[in-house]
């Protein structure tokens, strides 16, 4: 059965502060919170098959929105939300399949109906995103406050009824 809550991290593991969502879904997997499936996912093509079929989808991701590295910015982006077109996630798009960024992702699931009931983007503001760098200081000294933000978020939500619970991560290649 399908989890009600979702946390998906989303980036590039080897591109600097690109790799903050990957990392906090590992923190938060580490944390063993029942019935919350989590997942590390490169692409947000795929998004929209992840999170249709749950209640809360949480998505951390880097952003780049003219604030200090490492701060945070949470959007709730569900049905009844506005478009983000105007939103840090709608400035990351880089070319290639990354010109298809989270904003035109969400905007596509509203098109389609296939958002979550409730979806929450939780950006942390970027400087680096070079192969094979890792996590620049000020992304790094924001984890733990990012990973309280996220367990805060899913801990909060409709605990789900009873159905087996899904534990651990699964790392999906973009």
């Not at 995103?129 to 620049?136: K, P, Q, R």
Request: net charge negative; proline share 7%; glycine share 12%.
């Amino acid at each position: 059965m399908t989890p009600s809550r979702i946390v998906i991290g989303l980036g590039s593991p080897d591109r600097g502060d690109d790799a903050v969502g990957p990392e906090v879904a590992r923190r938060v997997a580490a944390l063993h919170l029942p019935g919350v499936m989590l997942v590390e996912h490169e692409d947000p093509t795929g998004l929209i098959d992840l999170w249709d079929t749950v209640d809360l989808a949480v998505v951390v991701d880097a952003v780049r929105s003219g604030s200090a590295a490492g701060s945070l910015l949470v959007v709730e982006a569900g049905a009844d939300a506005g478009p983000l077109a105007d939103q840090a996630w709608a400035r990351t798009g880089r070319g290639g399949t990354h010109a298809f960024g989270l904003a035109a992702a969400v905007e596509l699931a509203r098109a389609l109906n296939r958002l979550p009931r409730r979806l929450v983007l939780v950006g942390v503001e970027a400087t680096a995103f070079e192969h094979g760098t890792a996590l620049g200081a000020p992304v790094v000294a924001a984890l733990d406050a990012v990973v309280a933000t996220v367990v805060g978020l899913v801990g909060t939500a409709t605990p789900p009824t009873a159905s087996p619970q899904v534990e651990g991560v699964c790392r999906v290649p973009g």
